[in-house]
C-alpha cells in the first residue's frame, strides 16, 4: 500500500525542500525576530525565553561587548559606550546631528559617515546595528538547529530613504544575513494583521515607535496588500517623549545634567515612568544623578501634556495621507496601532478622537504592537523563500518620496511620482541645450520641490559619446528602476547612437531625519512659491536658448541683413539678456516673444537662401 505525504499547509511535502527564512523588526528601542514554524508565523525566544531584544549595545575592554538587556542594564553606568536607539542615526552624517547635546555620545566623523566614539574606537549606526541583527542570527541558528538561513526580510520605516535604506541591508550584509526584502514597518503589520483575521478593505496603520512615527493606507483584498498612501515624521517616536519628560523633571527638580551619566540617568527614569502611567494614574520619576538620588512627582494628565505636542505631529500626518489618497476618515474601516508608544492610553484616545465620535470604523488593539511587525516580515519571509502557496500573498509597496532630474536652470523634473506602487521603472526622454552638445551631465534628485537647491541629491553620473547635432535633435532615453527594497538604479541612452551609461545609487549616507520628515511639509507650504520660481527659471532658460540660437545665425548669415536690421536684432537681444537677469517671469517671457516676433524676417531670408542654395544649378525636372 503506498503512503501518502502529508505536510503543513502551503509547506512542501519533503521537509527538506524547506527554507529557513525569518523576519526581523529592526527597532528603535527593541528588535524581534520571527519565522513560519509549524505553518504559523510567531516569535522567536532566545535561551532565557526573551522575546524582545532591547537595540543596545556595549563595548567592553579587549573587543567584548554586550547586546541586549545586559547593555541596556548598563547604560546609565557607562553611556558613553553603550549605544541605544542606534536607528535614528542611519544613514546620517556628523553635520545633522546638531542640537543632540542632550544625548551622552561623543559623535565623530567615520568616513564620511556618523560615527559614535566608544572605548573600542569610532563605531557607525551600521557596525552597532549589525551586532544587534548579528544575535539575531543566532538566535535563529539556536532555534532551527541549522547554521543555513536562507534569508530574511527586514522591515523598515516607510519615510527611510534610499541611504537609510542602503545602510540598514549594509547592516545586515556586515551581520551575515541574505536580504531577501526590506518591507515597510506599516507594511508588515497589515500583512500580520490581514492574514489573522481575515480582514479586507481600507485600513490605517497607526505606527509609533521608539524614534520614528509611520502612517500608511493599505488596501487590502483577498491577499494583496495594496499600500495606497503613506506618510510620517522620520525624527519622532517615544524617545522625544521620554526627552520632554526628563526635561521638565529636571527643571522641577532644579537639576541640571551635564554629565554623561546624568543625562543617560534622566532618559531612563523618564522612561520607566512613561511606561508606568499606561496603567497607573501617578507614579515617580526617580534619577540617580552625581549630585545624589532625585524624586518628582509624575501624573499621568501631567505626561499627556507633555506628549500632546508630539501626539499632535503624528494626527497632522495622518490628516495630510488621508487628502494624498483623495478619501476622508469614514472610509477607513480601522487603524491598526503598531509600536510600544500606542500603549500610551492619550496616543489611542487622540486618534479616536481624530476619526471622531461618528466614526463607523474602530481603533485596532487586539494585536501585541511589538511582535505584529516581525510577525508580518516573517510571513513575506516565508513566501519569499517559496515555501508559501502560489499567489498566497502579494505586497504592493509605494515610494514614499518622488525621484527625478536636474535639468536646465536649476530645475527639477520628477520621473517618479511619490506613492507610486513598488517595483516600479518609468523613463523619460530629455534633449540637449546647446549645438554641438556632446556630453550631458545627470543629476539625480529626490524630493517635493521644484528647484534643485530645495532638493537632496542622490547620484550623478555623465552620459558621454552623443553624435554632435543642433540643439534639440538629440533624444535621450532616462530610465529610473526602482526595486521592491526601494532602491534606485538610473540609466541613459542616447537613441540615435546607442551610447548608454547608468548607476546604481548607494547613496552617501547624509539625509537627515528632519529634512525626510520637512520635504513633504515644505513642497506645500512653498508651493505657491516654488511654482512663481519655476516659472521663472523656465522663462530664463527660453530666453538664453533664445540668445544662443540668434547670435549663432547672425554670426552664419547676418550678411542678408542690413546695418539697420542688425542693430534693431541685437538691441532686441540685449533687451532680452537684460529681461533675463530680473525677477519678473512675465518681463522676461515678452522680452523673449518680442525677440522670436523680430527674428521672422531674418529666419525666412535664411530659409529662401538655403532653398536657393539647394536649387543652384539644377534642371526643373531633377527637382
Not at 489573522?196 to 491577499?223: N, P
Not at 554623561?260 to 534622566?266: E, V
Not at 499621568?300 to 500626518?317: K, V
Not at 531625519?513 to 521663472?536: N, P, T, Y
Request: proline share 3%; glycine share 8%; net charge negative.
Amino acid at each position: 500500500m503506498a503512503l501518502l505525504q502529508i505536510s503543513e499547509p502551503g509547506q512542501a511535502p519533503d521537509p527538506h525542500q524547506r527554507r529557513i527564512a525569518v523576519g526581523i523588526d529592526l527597532g528603535t528601542t527593541h528588535s524581534l525576530l520571527a519565522a513560519v514554524r509549524h505553518g504559523v508565523a510567531e516569535c522567536l525566544p532566545d535561551a532565557q525565553g526573551r522575546l524582545l531584544l532591547p537595540s543596545a549595545v556595549r563595548y567592553l575592554e579587549g573587543g567584548r561587548r554586550q547586546i541586549g538587556a545586559e547593555a541596556l542594564a548598563a547604560q546609565a553606568e557607562d553611556p558613553e559606550n553603550t549605544i541605544v536607539s542606534v536607528k535614528r542615526f542611519m544613514g546620517r552624517k556628523l553635520a545633522d546631528v546638531a542640537g543632540t547635546e542632550k544625548l551622552p555620545y561623543r559623535f565623530v566623523d567615520g568616513a564620511g559617515m556618523l560615527a559614535i566614539e566608544t572605548r573600542e574606537g569610532a563605531k557607525t549606526p551600521v557596525e552597532v546595528s549589525a551586532e544587534i541583527l548579528a544575535a539575531l542570527r543566532q538566535r535563529a541558528e539556536d532555534s532551527f538547529d541549522t547554521d543555513e538561513i536562507f534569508g530574511a526580510v527586514i522591515t523598515v520605516p516607510a519615510y527611510f530613504d534610499d541611504a537609510q535604506r542602503q545602510a540598514t541591508k549594509d547592516a545586515a550584509q556586515l551581520a551575515g544575513l541574505n536580504v531577501l526584502r526590506l518591507i515597510s514597518e506599516p507594511t508588515a503589520a497589515a500583512v500580520a494583521y490581514g492574514l489573522d483575521h481575515g480582514s479586507e478593505g481600507l485600513y490605517a496603520v497607526y505606527d509609533l515607535g521608539g524614534g520614528t512615527f509611520d502612517i500608511s493606507l493599505l488596501r487590502l483584498t483577498q491577499g494583496v496588500f495594496e499600500v495606497v498612501a503613506t506618510g510620517g515624521d522620520a525624527a519622532l517616536g517615544g524617545d522625544d517623549i521620554d526627552h520632554a519628560v526628563a526635561d521638565w523633571a529636571l527643571a522641577q527638580a532644579g537639576v541640571a545634567a551635564t554629565s554623561a551619566h546624568d543625562k543617560r540617568a534622566a532618559l531612563v527614569a523618564a522612561r520607566s515612568a512613561k511606561e508606568t502611567l499606561s496603567s497607573a494614574d501617578s507614579t515617580l520619576w526617580q534619577a540617580r544623578l552625581a549630585g545624589g538620588p532625585v524624586e518628582v512627582p509624575l501624573t499621568r494628565s501631567q505626561l499627556e501634556t507633555l506628549a500632546r505636542p508630539l501626539i499632535d505631529r503624528t494626527l497632522a500626518a495622518v490628516r495630510k495621507v488621508l487628502r494624498d489618497a483623495k478619501l476622508t476618515r469614514n472610509e477607513v474601516q480601522g487603524v491598526v496601532m503598531v509600536g510600544g508608544s500606542t500603549r500610551m492610553p492619550a496616543v489611542r484616545a487622540a486618534v479616536q478622537e481624530l476619526f471622531g465620535a461618528e466614526w463607523p470604523g474602530q481603533v485596532l488593539t487586539n494585536v501585541n504592537p511589538d511582535e505584529v511587525v516581525a510577525i508580518g516580515a516573517a510571513i513575506q519571509a516565508n513566501a519569499l523563500a517559496g515555501n508559501a502557496k502560489d499567489g498566497e500573498l502579494l505586497l504592493l509597496d509605494v515610494i514614499a518620496l518622488s525621484l527625478g532630474l536636474e535639468t536646465m536652470g536649476g530645475l527639477v523634473e520628477r520621473v517618479i511620482e511619490r506613492n507610486t506602487t513598488l517595483p516600479v521603472a518609468k523613463a523619460q526622454e530629455f534633449t540637449t541645450f546647446k549645438d554641438g552638445q556632446t556630453a550631458m551631465a545627470i543629476h539625480v534628485l529626490q524630493g517635493e520641490r521644484d528647484l534643485v537647491s530645495e532638493c537632496r541629491s542622490l547620484a550623478r553620473f555623465e552620459l558621454r559619446g552623443i553624435p554632435p547635432m543642433v540643439a534639440g535633435a538629440a533624444r535621450i532615453r532616462v530610465t529610473f528602476q526602482v526595486d521592491a527594497d526601494g532602491l534606485l538604479q538610473v540609466s541613459a541612452r542616447e537613441l540615435t547612437s546607442g551610447v548608454e551609461a547608468a548607476v546604481t545609487v548607494k547613496p552617501s549616507y547624509g539625509l537627515g531625519d528632519e529634512q525626510i520628515a520637512q520635504m513633504l511639509k515644505d513642497s506645500f507650504v512653498h508651493a505657491e512659491g516654488d511654482m512663481a520660481a519655476r516659472k521663472l527659471r523656465e522663462a530664463q532658460v527660453e530666453a538664453e536658448r533664445m540668445v544662443l540660437a540668434t547670435q549663432a545665425a547672425l554670426a552664419a548669415d547676418g550678411a542678408l541683413l542690413s546695418e539697420a536690421e542688425r542693430a534693431e536684432l541685437q538691441a532686441l537681444i540685449s533687451a532680452c539678456q537684460t529681461a533675463a537677469q530680473g525677477a519678473d517671469a512675465e518681463a522676461v517671457e515678452a522680452a523673449v516673444k518680442a525677440l522670436a516676433e523680430g527674428t521672422e524676417a531674418f529666419a525666412a531670408a535664411r530659409m529662401n537662401q538655403g532653398i536657393r542654395q539647394a536649387l543652384a544649378g539644377r534642371r526643373l525636372e531633377e527637382v
